[in-house]
T-cell receptor, first 111, second 110 residues
Framework: SAVISQKPSRDICQRGTSLTIQCQVD?????MFWYRQQPGQSLTLIAT?????????ESGFVIDKFPISRPNLTFSTLTVSNMSPEDSSIYLC????????FGPGTRLLVL | SQQGEEDPQALSIQEGENATMNCSYK?????LQWYRQNSGRGLVHLIL?????REKHSGRLRVTLDTSKKSSSLLITASRAADTASYFC??????????FGSGTRLLVRP
């Protein structure tokens, strides 16, 4: 299985600001996904980030709010823009196809 | 949106007992996977069962899948305190996008 790291592991941010979360994989992967887990809830897919193409967003998520970059096969970033307290969540990246492996998550608190 | 529900929402058992969690889903699937999450950290992949499989084992884990009922169960035998975690089922179609269930919080008392 791939080894996945995320930065930062946690952050506290002020409303109206933006935070960029990094996801680094120790091997080249084609498919990479970003998920959100709101407090006490399950995980919801935000978008699919494939190298060489625009990210594909799920219903309820838009590029202006969650811009994603995928510059190569080992790295991706998710930006949470113009944050509000409702954005307080754990954000996780995952890689793989049939079996997906998850990063440790970024715990975000917006005040 | 969530694919389905898991029950129970919370389960408390004594160490050494078996724990059974159930997952129901709504649409046709390619695979169903179970994950464990400790204290809001990253997810650990436990087991994958394909839509044409009915049962799978991995160590102390046993997973069943009934596609006619759109349901799956995860059995953890001889539970340990270290099994305390939240457990999620996740389904995917051929696009590999995972849709998660609501999760079961398992507490194993020493």
């Amino acid at each position: 299985s791939a080894v996945i790291s995320q930065k930062p592991s946690r952050d506290i941010c002020q409303r109206g600001t933006s935070l960029t979360i990094q996801c680094q994989v120790d091997s080249q992967v084609t498919m990479m996904f970003w998920y959100r887990q709101q407090p006490g809830q399950s995980l919801t897919l935000i978008a699919t980030a494939n190298q060489g193409s625009e990210a594909t967003y799920e219903s309820g998520f838009v590029i202006d709010k969650f811009p994603i970059s995928r510059p190569n096969l080992t790295f991706s970033t998710l930006t949470v823009s113009n944050m509000s307290p409702e954005d307080s969540s754990i954000y996780l990246c995952s890689v793989g196809a049939e079996t997906q492996y998850f990063g440790p998550g970024t715990r975000l608190l917006v005040l | 949106s969530q694919q389905g529900e898991e029950d129970p929402q919370a389960l408390s058992i004594q160490e050494g007992e078996n724990a059974t969690m159930n997952c129901s889903y709504k649409t046709s699937i390619n695979n169903l996977q179970w994950y464990r999450q400790n204290s809001g950290r990253g997810l650990v992949h436990l087991i994958l069962i394909r839509s044409n499989e009915r049962e799978k084992h991995s160590g102390r884990l046993r997973v069943t899948l009934d596609t006619s009922k759109k349901s799956s169960s995860l059995l953890i035998t001889a539970s340990r305190a270290a099994d305390t975690a939240s457990y999620f089922c996740a389904t995917d179609d051929s696009s590999y996008k995972l849709i998660f269930g609501s999760g079961t919080r398992l507490l194993v008392r020493p």
